[in-house]
């Protein structure tokens, strides 16, 4: 079971970027997988999901319309298209994954380890 999140950098405010999401392991690709993050001194908070064939996708109201989450099982990959970057998207970016069915797409049984986003004013 490994998930393994890289594409982070410095950016400036209102650029772009994209993360990826590399997952192996039985289950992960029949199920939601999700994108966190976590700014210095604050909790973890939930950023995107997405159902095990893209067709359903959830966002936070701050990412809304901004991100764009995506994934491809054939590769095993997730993605996280960051457009119009604001400094307060600041933080480090982790993907999540689970290999059974919850009610919840914000439940997760694994995590990988993040990349560091950091949006300059």
């Known amino acids: 079971v490994q998930l393994q999140a890289s594409g982070g950098g410095l950016v400036q405010a209102g650029d772009s970027l994209t993360l990826s999401c590399a997952f192996s392991g039985r289950g992960f690709s029949a199920n939601t997988m999700g994108w966190f993050r976590q700014a210095p001194g604050k909790e973890r908070e939930f950023v995107a999901a997405i159902n095990w064939n893209g067709g359903n996708k959830w966002y936070s109201d701050s990412v809304r319309g901004r991100f764009t989450i995506s994934r491809d099982n054939r590769r095993n990959m997730m993605y996280l298209q960051m457009d119009s970057l604001k400094p307060e998207d600041t933080a480090v970016y982790s993907c999540?994954?689970?290999?059974?069915?919850?009610?919840?797409?914000?439940?997760?049984?694994?995590w990988g380890q993040g990349t560091q986003v950091t949006v300059s004013s």
């Open positions: 999540a994954g689970r290999r059974r069915s919850y009610s919840s797409y914000m439940t997760y049984e694994y």
